[in-house]
């Protein structure tokens, strides 16, 4: 089954200790991407990987990092996680299709985050 | 500033009627515009792509509209059933096509 999977889906943490989400998918897709998502404020771009160690900021990198060292998984790191970074967050991949590299995008089930 | 807009107000209507959810968007001019469904505690579903020289895209019940001088695309939902309910949300391309912009999403309420 074609999917985007992420791990872990709950998780809650203390400030300042390291953590990271996995996100893998299983379509070989090129094009992977971070979101969190906030009440109110839709989903944001965190970072985005146009294909294996190439990888940009979206609009909301400050406090996160991430690598593509193979193409079916982009960790998501939080190398000291704050409470604002309380939030549910989606990976999503694509191919590069005929509209581009967002041109579907198929995401994951979400991690819950809570950093106390 | 660039800004998208969705209804913030759940809508609600009445089984078989259409629904008709809003897009609105300022200082973007994007190249395509999709629309996802998401389900409370799930991630979002791709549901349909349209692009800047189409008028109308259709699939199934759904039919999607983009008015690039309105800056608007408007997302309906014909014979709506209770299944049809959860938060829609409008993306669009906003540059290089590495990047894509996603509304706050419209909360849909289908009543029996």
């Known amino acids: 089954e074609a999917q985007v999977t992420q791990n872990p889906r709950y998780l809650i943490t203390v400030t300042g200790k390291k953590l990271t989400v996995t996100c893998s998918q299983n379509m070989n897709h090129e094009y992977m991407s971070w979101y969190r998502q906030d009440p109110g404020l839709g989903l944001r771009q965190i970072y985005y990987?146009?294909?294996?160690?190439?990888?940009d900021k979206g609009d909301v990198p400050e406090g996160y990092k991430v690598s593509r060292k193979e193409k079916r998984n982009f960790p998501l790191i939080l190398e000291s996680p704050s409470p604002n970074q309380t939030s549910l967050y989606f990976c999503a991949s694509s191919l590069f299709g005929e509209g581009g590299a967002t041109d579907t995008q198929y995401f994951g089930p979400g991690t819950r985050l809570t950093v106390l | 500033s660039q800004k998208i807009e969705q209804n913030s107000e759940a809508l609600n209507i009445q089984e078989g009627k259409t629904a008709t959810l809003t897009c609105n968007y300022t200082n973007y001019s994007p190249a395509y515009l999709q629309w996802y469904r998401q389900d409370p505690g799930r991630g979002p579903v791709f549901l349909l792509l349209i692009r800047e020289n189409e008028k109308e895209k259709r699939k199934e019940r759904l039919k999607v509209t983009f008015d690039t001088t309105l800056k608007q695309s408007l997302f309906h939902i014909t014979a709506s059933q209770p299944a049809d309910s959860a938060t829609y949300l409008c993306a669009l391309e906003a540059g290089g096509y590495n990047k894509l912009i996603f509304g706050a999403g419209t909360r849909l309420a289908v009543h029996p």
């Open positions: 990987s146009m294909n294996v160690e190439v990888t």
